[in-house]
């Protein structure tokens, strides 16, 4: 991934992270309900799967704010990301472009392992619920990402539903995250949070606090540098996200 990468393909790599990963999420989820005995044990496992999602969203928002702001690709252990990012904002369209593993792989990996020390615990309903369903939404926001890159003629059905019921990111709420200053909307599961966020200015409160405890001002302040100038337009076809919209 990054900058510089054009590989769109998934390669047996690839899936099979994605498989050990997927593997490792459904692994947590049995064993909660294996765990359960009782009704409220299974009320437990909903409510914390619904937590999971939700908290999902919160953590791809901390994570692409830190990534798209700060460091780059010679950064230690998420160098790669950080650039993939850089070159997501420049070709915004390349996302759509990819094969689901491709897509994905690089943060079902860390997952995979993550999980594996949870897996070898005995059964908890609430944890393991919550741990499968938080990594697993966080294993699919970048398939989210994509749809969300995507024109509604592009999209299935049921994917454009669940967008529109914000059940999954918009296509117009992550638009406006490719849009100058670059600063809103950076979460990237169901979205719920960007209002939140981006209302009581929460990273720009964080930006503020870190340059001025460490010096490191973010990229979102100099929105006109070449890091974030699309090349081209924001589909494929060249065309811009309100044309769409
Ligand atoms: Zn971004
Ligand atoms: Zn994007």
Known sequence: MGLNDTKLESTPEHRLWVGVGAAAVLGMLTKAVI???SPEDMILIVTSMFAGYL???LGSGIYHWGVDNYGNARTPIVGSQIDAFQGHHKRPWT???RQFANNIHAIARPVAFTLAPFLALPGNPALDSFMGTF??????SQQFHAWSHMKKSQLPAF???LQEKGVLVSRKMHGAHHRSPYNINYCIVSGIWNPILDRNRVFSKLEAFIHSKFGVAPRSWFETQGEWLQEGGYFE???EVSSEL
């Open 237 to 239: 076809d060249g065309s």
């Open 95 to 97: 996302i759509t472009k």
């Open 35 to 37: 765990a359960a005995h």
């Open 159 to 161: 994917v454009v539903a």
């Open 135 to 140: 990594l697993g939404c966080v294993i699919m």
């Open 55 to 57: 908290l999902a969203d």
